[in-house]
């Protein structure tokens, strides 16, 4: 078996007084992508900074690409291509004298950085905009720079620390073709995000952080089956007492009623055959029905369900175009 | 040894395309200068009498004093800029040289203070300055400028790194660079002051720089009667200062810099 490509055991990290990274231990195997879940100050930039060599952690140690991130720094920086939350692209210059820049800090020849320059521009739909002051650029269009950034020396192993957040639904959902197109190319990315369908999207593997720890973690399917059944969704035409009677023999526990009684919600252990089973029993008794839904827990439920609260607090999306 | 070389003049190149965007970031090696040449030899000058020859040809060197060691804000200002955005941080996951940053500051900067230079020294010959000496004398008294103006913008640069913020380190770089540059006999002879500050004019490495290229440029140098050892030997004290700033505040510049963008 390959070993892992990035690897960490026991992580730490406090800023004074504040516990930012509290013994993380993660692999992600060659050519994966792992998602790094976790709502606002759980600490994932922090990981990510220590794993990027940004920031030197207190206590345990981690290898990427075979290098200690703090003996051999300028190892681990020749194999990595970062997209920090933060803009790192200088707003001064053009996007084409940005991408030159990295290439030719990164070793490339002058002519080389030139030629990945437009190649980068290009993939990335920044032609037009190539030329012109990044300070101009719309918050999707840095961002796709930014992630362009970090690929100039197509580095193996990419870590993009919350690509999207800020991003309008547009930018994001052009920002994840964006980032599928990368993942055919086979390199091991680590993504955080706190937005759970952005994780479920594009990682095979999600370990959920909070509070500087891992709570779980396995691939979508694995922690949503950890929270339990499905949640069953009846919307009737009118209210009607009878549903409830109807419904309560396929149902695990309470059934909620919507306060105007149309919408019933409870969770069901079985998924074969119920929605059919359900219409079924509700014919029976007369109650007319608008709509029946059994759906899988969302990532959501999984977030409310591991830290008893939810995930993305405070978590806006907004464009953030100068 | 050559990557390294590439990392500064890249890192410098992108100061001067940062410059070339705002061109009156540059206002005060250019604007500044021509301004403070013609108001101190017309407003001063008519008011002050120099022995052995005119205003303009003792104001000159005392200008270039003057322009350049407060031009060295800029230093502080520009890599204190540099550690507040998101670019400090892109820069740190690449495989550079570390101090690549702070050499491609100071060199960006020694080239803004030939610039200086030039105005200054063009400005004074629009206005009657005329050196009295042979060329490679008057280029000698340039160098002694510069070299000071080098070892001065690592002092900028450790500013610049302890400061929180570029309007801080505008601050504090006036604080310190303003009484540096008036206190001195840049701008009038010292032998009127009273004794505190007379003692520290004396001393003071502006002083000797001034009073060098005073006596490279075959301009009048009162400086010159007087009995403290750099006023003595000029030329030998602004080297000796310019060479222990750099030999101290280069290796603290890297250290500070070290340590900021460290976590």
Known sequence: MTPPIIEAADLAKRFGPTVAVDGISLEVPAGAVLGVLGPNGAGKTTMVRI?????????GWARVAGHDVVRDPQSVQRSIGVTAQAATVDEVL???????????????????????AVELLDEFELGDAADRVVGGYSGGMRRRLDLAA??????????????????????????????RGLLRDGVTVLLTTQYLDEADQLADRIVVIDHGRVIAGGTSEELKAEVGGARLQVTLSRADAAARDALSPFVSGPIRVS???????????????????????????RVTV??????RPSLDDVFFALTGHAAEEGAVPEEVAA | MTRRLVDVAVLTGRNFIHIGREPL????????????????????????SVPGGSYADFAIAGLLALNLTTSAIGTAVGLSADLGSGVIDRLRTLPIWRPSVLVGRSLTDLLTAALCTAFVAGTGVLVGWRPDASAASVIAGFAVFLLFSYGLSWVCACLGLVSKDPESAQGLGLVILFPLAFVSNALVPTTHMPAVLRTIANWNPVSAVTAAARDLFGNPNPSAAIHAWPMQHPVTASVLWSVVLLVLFAPLASRLYRRRTTD
Not at chain 1, 290 to 295: A, F, I
């Open chain 1, 51 to 59: 794993l990027t060599t940004l920031t030197i952690p207190d206590l």
């Open chain 2, 25 to 48: 970031r540059l206002s005060d090696v250019t604007i500044q200068p021509i301004l403070f040449t013609l108001l101190f030899v017309y407003v001063f000058g008519a008011g002050i």
């Open chain 1, 150 to 179: 970090g690929l100039v020396t197509r580095p193996p192993v990419l870590f993009l620390d919350e690509p999207t957040t800020g991003l309008d639904p547009t930018s994001r959902l052009r920002m994840w073709t964006v980032i």
């Open chain 1, 259 to 285: 306060e105007d009684g149309l919408r019933l919600d409870a969770a069901v252990e079985s998924l074969s055959g119920l929605a059919t089973t359900v219409v079924r029993a509700l014919d029976e008794s």
């Open chain 1, 290 to 295: 608008d709509d029946v839904e059994v759906r």
């Open chain 1, 94 to 116: 053009t996007g084409r004298q940005n991408l030159v820049m990295i290439g030719r800090l990164s070793g490339l020849r002058r002519a080389a950085a030139r030629a990945r």
